[in-house]
C-alpha cells in the first residue's frame, strides 16, 4: 500500500481536510498474553509491573475488560486486586479467578514492532506516541468523499483496513479514531472501545464533541475538570460556549487551547516522534493513602518500567527524581543528580525509594518516578560509586503548592487519568522539578 492511494481516489477528489487516524491498542500487554496462550481469551487478565507469578508485590501494568468489572484499574497494587480478583489457581469452587501474568517487555515490544510495520506501511507520516499508540496521517492516500449509494468515507475504509490487517496478521485488537485533527482523533478512538472503530467527518466534530464530559476533550483531566466545573462547565459544547478570555485567565494559554479543542480546532501537524529529553511514570491512588507499603511498591514498579523504556529507547540518564502529590493537590518533587550518565534499573529503584523516603508518613494520592538529562551517546556509564558522593549538594528539590496535576495540552496522549497511570515523556509538566521541562504520555492502556 505504501506510496498508493485506494482504488478509486484522484487528487481532484481528494479533499483539503487532513485525515488523521489514531490508532490504540486494546489492552495491549493483556492482549499480548493472549495471544500467546489463546486459553486467556475472554477470562481475566491482570498484567503486573514488578510482580512475580504467586507473589503479592508489585502494580498493575493493565487489566482486560474482564477483569476490569471486578473493579481492577491499571496502576493499583497487586496486592489490591488480589483481593477484588484471587489468582485462578487459588480462588474457591464458587468465586471467580484471575490470570496473573508479569509485564514480559521484550515480547511485547515483539508483538509491537510487527503493529508497527503494518502502521508503516498504511501511512507515509506515523507519530509513534507508544507501545501501543499512533498516530497516522493518512491525507496523501485517501478521501473524506463518500462512497458511492453509501453514507461511508472512503477514509473509513482505511481505518477498518488497518484494524483488519493488524487483527489478521499481529492477532491482537485495535481500536482506531478517524478525524480531521489528532485531538478528535483521540477522542474518537476511546469512544467505542474494545475494538472499536469511529469516523468523525469534517463539519461534524464540534457536533459529534458537544454531548461528552468535559473529561473527554483531549488534554482535560480530574484537576481541570473540577475547576471548569466550578465556572457551571460540564460538558465539551459547555467548554466550546465558554468565554475564551476568561478561560485564559483561569488556565492561562491552555485555557485558549482547550478551549479550541472543544471546538474541533486543532492545527497540530503530525509528526514522526523525536528523541525524549525525559521518561517518567506517575500512579494515582484511589484515595490518599499513608501505606508506606503500598506507596513503595508502587514506586518500585514504576522505577523498573521507567529504567525499562530508557533501555528500550537506548537512552542513559544522569537525573532520577519522584514526584508525590499530596492532599489537596500539593506537588512535591525530589530529584538525585549522578556524576554521570547510567542505564541502571536497580539505581533507579534504590534513589526512588531513597527519596520516597521523605515522604514515608505522608497521605499521598500519586507518585511518579522520572529519569531525564537523557543521553543517547555511546559514552561511558558513570561508575555506581561516583553517584553518592557525586552529589548531596546537586539533590534538587521542588515543592509546588496547589499545582495542577493534569499533563498540558501536549502533542501526544496527555491526560490525567484518575486512579490509573500516567506515562510521560516529551511534554511540559509543571508538576516536575525539570532541568529540561519535557514529558509527555501514554504507555499503558
Not at 384 to 401: F, P, R, V, Y
Amino acid at each position: 500500500m505504501a506510496g498508493e492511494t485506494l482504488p478509486g481516489v484522484t487528487p481532484k477528489e481528494r479533499a483539503d481536510a487532513r485525515i488523521v487516524l489514531h490508532v490504540d491498542m486494546d489492552c495491549f500487554y493483556a492482549s499480548c498474553e493472549r495471544l500467546r496462550e489463546p486459553e486467556l481469551r475472554g477470562e481475566p487478565v491482570v498484567v503486573g509491573m514488578g510482580y512475580e507469578a504467586g507473589e503479592s508485590f508489585g502494580a498493575v501494568a493493565t487489566a482486560s475488560y474482564e477483569a476490569r468489572e471486578y473493579g481492577i484499574d491499571s496502576a493499583q497494587p497487586i496486592s489490591q486486586a488480589l483481593e477484588r480478583l484471587p489468582q485462578i489457581e487459588n480462588a474457591a469452587d464458587d468465586e471467580p479467578g484471575g490470570h496473573y501474568r508479569p509485564v514480559d517487555m521484550e515480547f511485547y515490544k515483539s508483538v509491537a514492532s510487527e503493529v508497527k510495520e503494518i502502521l508503516h506501511d498504511c501511512a507515509d507520516v506515523v507519530r509513534e506516541v507508544s507501545i501501543d499508540e499512533a498516530y497516522l496521517d493518512v491525507t496523501d492516500r485517501t478521501a473524506w468523499q463518500t462512497v458511492e449509494g453509501d453514507d461511508r468515507t472512503l477514509a473509513e475504509g482505511v481505518g477498518r483496513h488497518v484494524k483488519q490487517r493488524i487483527s489478521r496478521e499481529v492477532g491482537v485488537p485495535a481500536s482506531v479514531g478517524v478525524a480531521p485533527n489528532m485531538s478528535a482523533a483521540k477522542v474518537a478512538s476511546d469512544h467505542d472501545k474494545p475494538n472499536g472503530l469511529v469516523v468523525v467527518p469534517p463539519g461534524s466534530v464540534s457536533e459529534f464533541l458537544a454531548p461528552l464530559s468535559v473529561t473527554e476533550v483531549h488534554g482535560v483531566g480530574p484537576v481541570t475538570a473540577r475547576k471548569m466545573a466550578e465556572m457551571g462547565i460540564q460538558t465539551a459544547g459547555d467548554l466550546a460556549a465558554a468565554d475564551p478570555s476568561t478561560l485564559e485567565e483561569r488556565f492561562g494559554s491552555r485555557g485558549r487551547e482547550l478551549y479550541d479543542r472543544a471546538r474541533g480546532v486543532d492545527d497540530r501537524a503530525v509528526t514522526p516522534t523525536g528523541r525524549p529529553k525525559s521518561l517518567s511514570r506517575e500512579s494515582a491512588f484511589a484515595e490518599a493513602t499513608e501505606d508506606t507499603e503500598e506507596k513503595a511498591q508502587v514506586v518500585t514498579a514504576l522505577a523498573a518500567d521507567v529504567a525499562e523504556r530508557a533501555r528500550s529507547r537506548g537512552a542513559m540518564y544522569r537525573t532520577i527524581g519522584i514526584k508525590v502529590v499530596t492532599p489537596p493537590y500539593d506537588v512535591n518533587t525530589r530529584a538525585q543528580s549522578l556524576s554521570g550518565p547510567v542505564d541502571d534499573p536497580e539505581l533507579v529503584r534504590e534513589v526512588a525509594l531513597d527519596l520516597l523516603s521523605e515522604f514515608e508518613d505522608a497521605a499521598t494520592r500519586k507518585v511518579g518516578v522520572r529519569v531525564s538529562n537523557l543521553s543517547f551517546t555511546d559514552a561511558d556509564q558513570s561508575s555506581l560509586d561516583g553517584w553518592e558522593g557525586a552529589s548531596a549538594s546537586a539533590t534538587e528539590d521542588a515543592t509546588t503548592a496547589g499545582a495542577t496535576e493534569d499533563a498540558p495540552v501536549a502533542d501526544s496522549s496527555a491526560e490525567d487519568i484518575p486512579a490509573a497511570e500516567q506515562s510521560t515523556e516529551d511534554a511540559e509538566d509543571s508538576g516536575w522539578a525539570a532541568e529540561n521541562g519535557q514529558v509527555s504520555l501514554g504507555d499503558f492502556d
